[in-house]
């Protein structure tokens, strides 16, 4: 599976944005997606991740309320609606893909594949 994301950029705080991310599979529907983030000098970041269906999502509890995670099986894309967009918010955005064999669960850890992040640079 390739993954590619895209829509990073400078914005104000307050501000928001929307990543994208495009996935080759053909079976897109078949792998549970999710979002992570890096700033520099610090460790990968868990952010928000969606089950297969998109019928459960979870995001972390530092973007809870303000960043929105989704997916369209039938385009195969995943966003990221990132509101009230913060300062500490700046960081390398990457999307994730874990196959699923079974059940319809979203993951914060062990996914198989990584596309390239997207930066996204929030001013004061």
């Known amino acids: 599976v390739q993954l590619q994301a895209c829509g990073g950029g400078l914005v104000q705080a307050g501000g928001s944005l929307r990543l994208s991310c495009a996935a080759s599979a053909r079976t897109f529907s078949r792998y549970a997606m999710g979002w992570f983030r890096q700033a520099p000098e610090k460790e990968r970041e868990f952010v928000a991740a969606i089950s297969w269906s998109g019928g459960s999502t979870y995001v972390a509890d530092s973007v809870k309320g303000r960043f929105t995670i989704s997916r369209d099986n039938a385009k195969n894309t995943m966003y990221l609606q990132m509101n009230s967009l913060k300062p500490d918010d700046t960081a390398v955005y990457s999307c994730?893909?874990?196959?699923?064999?079974?059940?319809?669960?979203?993951?914060?850890?062990?996914?198989?594949?990584w596309g390239q992040g997207t930066q996204v640079t929030v001013s004061s």
């Open positions: 994730a893909a874990r196959r699923v064999h079974y059940g319809d669960d979203y993951y914060t850890a062990g996914y198989d594949y």
